[in-house]
């Protein structure tokens, strides 16, 4: 079972950008899903969560920009993210919190979550 994530590429401030992260075998989005970011020399952090009945919770910091979606047909997660900012540019990860349906409080928390895709890398130019 794995997680694959995909769309990260170079935008101009004010872009959009949609990343999708693709599971296999294990029904991941049945289940607490997350998106991090992380840059070099700092700690991963928490973007966003889903969970089974797609309650989301944001970063402040990603409040009002992005949307974390999902689609348990595709066993797929999205993350659509408008309005870019440099600030915004990591290596952007999705995440399984496996065998937990609800992400609850602690949906930040990297060391909860279990299953991580390879990343995808999101750069933004002013």
């Known amino acids: 079972a794995q997680l694959v994530e995909s769309g990260g590429d170079s935008v101009q401030t004010g872009g959009s950008l949609r990343l999708s992260c693709a599971g296999s075998?294990?029904?991941?989005?049945?289940?607490?899903m997350a998106w991090f970011r992380q840059t070099p020399g700092k700690e991963r952090e928490a973007v966003a969560s889903?969970?089974?009945?797609?309650?989301?919770t944001y970063a402040d910091s990603v409040k009002g920009r992005f949307l974390i979606s999902k689609d348990n047909n595709k066993n797929t997660l999205y993350l659509q993210m408008n309005n870019l900012q440099p600030e915004d540019t990591a290596m952007y990860y999705c995440?399984?919190?496996?065998?937990?349906?609800?992400?609850?409080?602690?949906?930040?928390?990297?060391?909860?979550?279990?299953?991580w895709g390879q990343g995808t890398q999101v750069t933004v130019s002013s």
């Open positions: 889903i969970d089974r009945d797609a309650r989301t």
């Open positions: 075998e294990y029904p991941y989005t049945t289940y607490c």
């Open positions: 995440s399984s919190r496996g065998g937990r349906f609800w992400c609850g409080g602690g949906w930040d928390s990297v060391s909860l979550y279990d299953d």
